[in-house]
């Protein structure tokens, strides 16, 4: 027997601001025919209760779970109901729901490692403000092993393409915690994963990997977060196996 689902994924961008980033994100999702892509930026209304993201945000529990991957930008988590927190703990802990967590130079993911939602921040945000100079990306020994970061057709291609791509101009300040793994770094850790419950937690620590589009386009930026997008989202069949 096969038992096939024919829907498309469904992916929920939540961000403080029209970043170049989740822009392009959300472009790559929207017009790829697997997924289905919604989009909220908050509009900073002085009332968070009036605002885009409480306003827009899915309506019940079950809405939200049926979703199957979040991405999370630099926006405070005041700017949500406290039951919204409550439903996107559940959707990783517990529904099994894939989180990526975009960093900015604001800071406001950093208020997401205080309260209920801590659980879910894979990393130790540092109090470190020392100017940070354009760095590259690179894999770490563990990133090389991920088929979602693989952008060339062999593995060594792929670990010596990372660092020829444009740099990256900022990055957070930050260390793994237990039982996250480093993938790539920029000077320090940059991107990190870890499990969460039965679901799964990518942190970025930029938001400028949108500069690899230079000169080449969607050569590597859309299937860098298509690949992540398919790997963190929760497994879409009740078994996956080749």
Do not use: C
């Not at 989740?22 to 472009?27: E, G, L, P, V």
């Not at 900022?170 to 793994?176: A, G, N």
């Amino acid at each position: 027997a096969i038992h096939l689902l024919d829907k498309k994924r469904k992916v929920l961008i939540l961000d403080g601001r029209p970043r170049w980033e989740t822009r392009y994100i959300h472009s790559h999702f929207d017009r790829d025919e697997r997924w289905q892509a919604t989009l909220i930026f908050d509009d900073m209304a002085d009332n968070a209760a009036s605002g885009s993201l409480q306003r827009d945000f899915p309506k019940t529990r079950d809405d939200l779970l049926s979703y199957d991957l979040v991405i999370l930008g630099d926006v405070a988590v005041s700017r949500f109901k406290a039951e919204h927190l409550d439903w996107l703990v559940e959707f990783v802990e517990k529904r099994g729901g894939g989180l990526i967590m975009i960093d900015g130079q604001r800071g406001k993911l950093r208020e997401w490692s205080i309260g209920k939602t801590a659980s879910l921040i894979p990393v130790k945000f540092n109090t470190s403000t020392a100017k940070l100079t354009p760095a590259a990306l690179e894999l770490t020994t563990d990133g090389q092993r991920y088929d979602a970061l693989r952008l060339s057709d062999s593995p060594s291609a792929n670990t010596a393409l990372w660092p020829t791509l444009p740099k990256v101009n900022w990055h957070s300040t930050i260390e793994p915690l237990p039982g996250a793994v480093t993938l790539a770094k920029a000077q320090q850790p940059t991107l990190v994963f870890r499990q969460v419950g039965a679901g799964a937690v990518l942190y970025l620590g930029t938001d400028e990997l949108w500069r690899w589009r230079f000169q080449v386009a969607d050569l590597y930026h859309q299937p860098l977060w298509v690949q992540l997008g398919a790997w963190i989202a929760a497994p879409p069949f009740q078994i996956d196996q080749k």
